[in-house]
């Protein structure tokens, strides 16, 4: 089993069968809040459904098209981050998060969103990450600015969210600047 040590207290793990149920509380522990901003919501109704959404992750990662990992806080699963796909002509990915109520405001998905932004660019050797978040939704756009990506624009009602449209705000950072920030 991979898993990528952050900290004491953080950690990733690549989604396997082993965390269905984790993965499953978790959803239901959050339904409600997690019903604010992701349109899958509705669709994880039992441990069936998490387990075939872990199934087409490890297809993704067999297939070299990127990865979805738990993340971990203090033993515990807070939430799922990974990249949508991978662009490999372009060089280029976008990560997709969530992160459980319980576990806000403890810098939890700065950190992990950085560990794949690093991962992307300096091991995968991309040029582009991107990060969309919904246009209300200030709490995600929070963590791309926070990481110095550029708001790029705004996709006007680019996603159906159960019974109304939403807009999304597009984030980038090239290669480049994020090496001039971050490099070590």
């Known amino acids: 089993m991979f898993k990528y040590v952050i900290n004491d207290d953080l950690e990733l793990k690549l989604l396997e069968n082993c965390y269905i149920e984790e993965q499953f509380a978790l959803i239901q522990r959050n339904r409600l809040y997690l019903k604010q901003w992701l349109p899958w919501v509705d669709g994880i109704k039992t441990f069936e459904d998490v387990a075939k959404f872990i199934k087409i992750t490890k297809e993704q990662f067999v297939n070299n098209d990127g990865f979805q990992c738990g993340i971990w806080y203090k033993g515990r699963m807070a939430g799922i981050i990974g990249y949508h796909n991978i662009d490999w002509s372009n060089k280029s ?83 480049d600047e994020w090496m001039h920030m971050y490099s070590r």
């Open 93 to 175: 990915t976008s990560i997709g998060y969530w992160i459980g109520e319980e576990f806000q405001k403890k810098g939890i998905m700065i950190r992990t969103c950085k560990v794949l932004v690093d991962y992307a660019i300096k091991e995968l050797g991309l040029n582009r990450v991107e990060i969309r978040c919904a246009e209300e939704n200030f709490k995600s756009r929070h963590i791309p600015e926070k990481l110095g990506f550029k708001n790029e624009g705004t996709l006007r009602e680019s996603e159906w969210l159960y019974d109304h449209y939403v807009s999304h705000v597009v984030y980038g950072i090239l290669k």
